[in-house]
């Protein structure tokens, strides 16, 4: 446990001095980013798959492996409700504790995973259901947010679009296999 503790903190104390928290808003380009700053950003995206389809990847924490390519694993300790505990493995990097957050059944999710002295927060939710838009908000928050942000923020935001992009391509495809003969 100490060891866990003290290795990301003697990364922090080395990289305090470069640490920048950009607060300007930037647009995505070519599509390749999520909207807003290293701290808090999101994606949308429209799909003609059923809220439903979506909504079961969503709260099947085992198959955000498959939608998410920087994830290794993921595992949820029980049911998908407020108060559940997981964990995620990065592909790189050690596995975290998650806590789900929010939830509103069928319209979004939040789940938070702490950093040292930061929490990374990320909400997922229907913007419509007709057509069908969902919508991935980030933000690290706490007195480190900005230093997590600088150090993560960016690949997170880069990394976004393709993951909903596979999110509701896996959707698509679940639903057409469903209505074959």
């Known amino acids: 446990m100490t060891k866990l503790f003290f290795a990301p903190l003697v990364v922090l104390i080395a990289s305090l001095a470069a640490c920048q ?14 909207v807003g700053t290293n701290r808090a950003f999101y994606h949308e995206v429209s799909t003609t798959a059923e809220p439903t389809a979506i909504w079961r990847l969503w709260t099947d924490v085992s198959t955000w492996k498959d939608w998410d390519k920087g994830l ?46 930061a929490r990374l927060e990320v909400r997922r939710s229907f913007v419509r ?19 997590w942000a ?22 698509e495809q679940k639903e057409l296999a469903t209505q074959e003969p």
């Open 21 to 34: 928290s950009p607060t300007r808003q930037e647009a995505p380009k070519a599509d390749t980013r999520a």
């Open 72 to 117: 290794a694993d993921a595992k949820l300790g029980g049911p998908f409700v407020v108060g559940a505990t997981g964990t995620i493995t990065p592909r790189s990097g050690p596995p975290a504790r998650f806590d789900i957050t929010q939830y509103e059944e069928g319209v979004s999710y939040a789940f938070e995973t702490r950093l040292p002295l």
């Open 129 to 147: 259901k007709d057509p069908v838009v969902i919508r991935h908000d980030v933000r690290f928050k706490g007195a480190l947010g900005g230093f």
């Open 150 to 171: 600088g150090r993560f923020g960016p690949s997170f935001r880069e990394a976004l679009p393709p993951t909903m992009n596979e999110l509701t391509r896996l959707a």
